[in-house]
């Protein structure tokens, strides 16, 4: 079974852009969860969509959105890049909301120049 | 609220020694814990994970860990390092209902020849 995909894998772009980053969970998974990484503040969670739905957001302003299709794929838009947004972003699918396993994609990495 | 404090953000042991990284966790519910390794331009592979049934769980390469719940800690041992060991390793935590992963600053391990 095919892992957690994501696309693109490198993205440079610059302060004021906005990016749009794309993830296909394991087939038949249909949680999936956004994390950011970066050196100073590490792994930190950006949102989980079920069904379609938001269902749990971290403590990111409203420039990060994120958006789940009927068929569990799901998208995060960055808008009015600062370069403080230069970061791993990290997708993690489960089979179902609340399941413990989340299973995570290589990450795509973002550089805001 | 959870937390995750990872003592010790670079270990270093030589190839056949032990390896044991720290992981102590705060969790105002029962928790899921998760060792998480990230090898380099990788995203998070799961080594191994506690979900309330044995306290001590045993994982993948070789590596184990045991939930000591008086201690609040879940400490991730191997017998025997490898080269191949190398890594930066993540604890996590989670609510039993939560989807989100609240991850530890992570310990990155050097194996010495």
């Known amino acids: 079974k095919a892992g957690v995909t994501q696309t693109p894998r490198y993205l440079i772009k610059t302060r004021g852009q906005q990016v749009t980053l794309s993830c296909s969970p394991i087939s038949g998974h249909r949680s999936v969860s956004w994390y950011q990484q970066t050196p100073g503040q590490g792994l930190q969670f950006l949102f989980e969509?079920?069904?379609?739905?938001?269902?749990n957001k971290g403590n990111f302003p409203g420039r990060f959105s994120g958006r789940q299709f009927s068929n569990s794929r799901s998208e995060m838009n960055v808008s009015t890049l600062e370069l403080g947004d230069s970061a791993l972003y990290l997708c993690?699918?489960?089979?179902?909301?609340?399941?413990?396993?989340?299973?995570f994609g290589p990450g795509t990495r973002l550089l805001v120049l | 609220a959870q937390s995750v404090t990872q003592l010790g953000s670079h270990v270093s042991v030589s190839e056949g020694a032990l390896v044991l990284l720290r992981c102590n966790y705060s969790?105002?519910?029962?928790?899921?814990l998760f060792w998480y390794v990230q090898y380099p331009n990788q995203g998070l592979q799961l080594l191994l994970k506690?979900?309330?049934?044995?306290?001590l769980v045993k994982g993948i390469n070789g590596f184990e860990a045991e939930f000591k719940k008086s201690e609040t800690s879940f400490h991730l041992t191997k017998p025997s390092a490898h080269m191949r060991d190398a890594a930066e390793y993540f604890c996590a935590v989670s609510g039993r209902r939560a989807q989100k992963l609240v991850f530890g600053q992570g310990t990155r391990l050097t194996i010495n020849p």
């Open positions: 969509y079920f069904s379609e739905t938001q269902r």
């Open positions: 969790s105002s519910v029962p928790p899921y």
């Open positions: 506690y979900t309330s049934a044995a306290t």
């Open positions: 993690a699918s489960s089979l179902l909301e609340g399941q413990e396993t989340q299973y």
